[in-house]
């Protein structure tokens, strides 16, 4: 069964998840400890998720079996889900194709991707091809951050280029210390020195032995592939990695999952997102509840304690513009010029400062031009009419997209690229619709939420 380690707000929904389809928990949290009766195991993980910096997802990292089961879990219970796979592997080897110079670097094709390598690393700087690495410190770069300093990670050891042994600063046991660097320098292969990782703490010197020994091997058969690979080429497989987007939808299935293995706040995981005052408030508010609360009352309170936070009338917003590959645009401050919260119903403005043309209708977009945006807390779609500085009306963008979420700042959704446009003389047309198509058939959207956007395609046209 693979091993997975997870961390974050989302750990005890995810935990459940996997714990469902066989996967093994190591290193659990104190809270997934407790919570799902784990004992606590050391072993290195398969599978490693941690929180987005932005709480609105997480980052996977593992092997291929794992990352592929990992993604066909969510894609199976997540609805509108967002999966961004990096086009190379962490720590993943590769003979590249210098293409070309930057001041103090190269750029390399490597493939799937170009990446980037420092001068300083590379010793014959009139070399047209070379053995690199990929580093974890840009995971998820568009261009990755490439080394000739070449690893070879394992379970409980990782071979690097140095003749050093080093060991995990979490092994802090003064003994255990002692005896891995002993065996370290009784171990270690020629030209290679050992990092001891975390895991090799329990395990006994046998185990350690042979690992190292298939290390070796491997360095070796990389050395060789890449005397007769032609570049680009990948010679060594390295950990995948994923950016997985929770929207709306995914946060509450998410939060129902959770409360089936502990008392949950509605909208627990939009509420963590929102980090901050925010997030310690939930935490207060579910330890009312484990401690018999009514959940009316506590949901009461805790609204009471957040609801001034959030915009009104006169409140001037962000509009955080998302797009499939994870690039975030932010299109301007807007005013908010009417907000009914019974209906979920929010109105607002923005003057455009910029030149161009208006994305779908071509129309003339000149700084002044006012947009007013009408949305739906929760849609699926908002409707942005543009006008003149003089008020004439040139042309209406519906834009699909994942349900949209109201965040202290302002609102926040994953375009969809589907748009509708209407004319001012009344034409109506749709643009964009095989984009996500495409993004469904590359594992990037379920086919679900494909359908979903075609039917709400459908009831706009019929509205329009």
């Known amino acids: 069964m693979p091993k997975a380690r997870v961390r974050g707000v989302y750990s005890t929904a995810l935990t459940k998840l996997l714990l469902d389809y066989g996967f093994e928990i ?12 784990i004992e606590k195991r050391n072993e290195s993980p398969e599978l490693d998720v941690r929180d987005r910096r932005d709480r609105q997802g997480v980052r996977a990292s593992g092997g291929t079996e794992s990352i592929n089961i990992f993604k066909s879990i969510l894609q199976s219970h997540l ?15 590769y003979k590249g194709m210098i293409e070309t110079e930057s001041p103090g ?6 493939g799937s991707a170009t990446g980037r390598i420092s001068k300083n690393e590379v010793s014959d700087l009139d070399t047209k091809q070379l053995l690199v690495q990929v580093e974890r410190r840009r995971v998820g770069a568009r261009r990755p951050a490439l080394t000739t300093k070449i690893k070879i990670p394992g379970e409980y050891a990782i071979l690097i280029p140095e ?22 320098r009784e171990l270690a292969p020629k030209n290679w020195g050992i990092i001891w990782r975390t895991a090799a703490k329990d395990q006994a010197p046998e185990k350690l032995e042979k690992e190292i020994a298939h290390l070796a091997k491997e360095g070796e058969a990389v050395l060789e592939r890449a005397e007769e690979a032609a570049a680009p080429a990948e010679l060594w497989e390295g950990s995948h990695f994923l950016d997985v987007e929770f929207p709306a939808v995914s946060k509450e299935k998410l939060d129902e999952i959770r409360k089936s293995v502990t008392k949950t706040m509605a909208r627990h995981h939009y509420y963590k997102a929102c980090g901050g005052n925010f997030s310690v408030a939930v935490d207060m508010a579910e ?3 484990e401690k018999g609360s009514a959940i009316e009352e506590v949901e009461r309170l805790f609204r009471q304690t957040v609801g001034a936070s959030f915009p009104t009338v006169g409140s001037m917003i962000d509009i955080e513009h998302v797009k499939l590959d994870g690039k975030v645009f932010h299109l301007g ?8 919260e019974d209906a979920s119903l929010i109105e607002f403005s923005r003057v455009v400062r910029g030149e161009g043309t208006y994305d779908g209708l071509g129309t003339r977009r000149e700084p002044g031009d006012r947009a007013v945006t009408e949305a739906k807390i929760g849609g699926w779609h908002y409707k942005t009419r543009y006008f003149s500085k003089d008020g004439r009306h040139k042309g209406t963008y519906i834009n699909l997209n994942t349900p949209i979420e109201l965040y202290p700042y302002g609102i926040r959704y994953v375009d969809l690229e589907v748009d509708v446009c209407i004319w001012p003389s009344g034409r109506v047309g749709k643009v964009d619709e095989k984009k996500l198509e495409c993004a469904a058939a590359e594992g990037v959207v379920t086919k679900r939420l494909v359908e979903t956007v075609k039917r709400e395609v459908r009831e706009i046209m019929k509205a329009v």
């Open 163 to 184: 003749t050093q042994i080093k060991v995990s600063r979490k092994i802090r046991d003064p003994q255990n210390r002692s005896r891995l660097l002993q065996l370290g």
């Open 333 to 340: 401050e807007a005013s908010v010029e009417a907000f009914d």
């Open 79 to 93: 609805h509108d889900v967002i999966i961004r796979e990096w086009p190379v592997t962490a720590n993943g080897i």
């Open 105 to 110: 670097s190269f750029l390399v094709d490597i």
């Open 26 to 37: 190591v290193q659990p949290s104190l809270s997934v400890k407790e919570r799902f009766g």
């Open 287 to 289: 330890k009312l509840l």
